[in-house]
């Protein structure tokens, strides 16, 4: 059972910012791609952007400009920099993690953002 453990969700006002970090244990698998999630009540989960191991990015088209993810390799971690945010973006965050080996996908157990003034 890999556990990856979820931090920096909370209530924000519109405009505002959020870090979101998500780390691995640092003694399993070389994880592939990283990335973050979301899921907004009634609605599906979708994605919100990924970064492989090697650092390319891609991001859902709501989000560009306005945040940024990242990865700290030899921490097994990866951030969601999350600026100028909106009402919108209020969800449930999840990152996950792509066993280089088996591209078996690892989930978080989610964080809330709640973005309202």
């Known amino acids: 059972q890999v ?3 979820e931090s920096g ?3 924000v006002q519109p405009g505002g910012s959020l870090r979101l970090s998500c ?3 640092r003694n399993i698998f070389t994880i592939n791609a990283m990335g973050w999630y979301r899921q907004a009540p009634g609605k599906q989960r979708e ?3 990924t970064i ?3 650092g390319a990015t891609n991001y859902a088209d709501s989000v560009k400009g306005r945040f940024t993810i990242s990865r700290d390799n ?3 971690t990866v951030y969601l ?3 100028s945010l909106k009402p919108e973006d209020t969800a449930v965050y999840y990152c996950n ?3 280089a080996a088996t591209r078996y996908v690892y989930w978080g157990q989610g964080t809330q953002v709640t973005v309202s003034s």
């Open 9 to 11: 969700g909370g209530l």
């Open 74 to 76: 030899a921490k097994n």
């Open 3 to 5: 556990q990856l453990v």
């Open 81 to 83: 920099q999350m600026n």
């Open 23 to 25: 780390a691995a244990p």
């Open 47 to 49: 994605a919100v952007a």
């Open 97 to 99: 993690v792509e066993s």
């Open 52 to 54: 492989t191991r090697g």
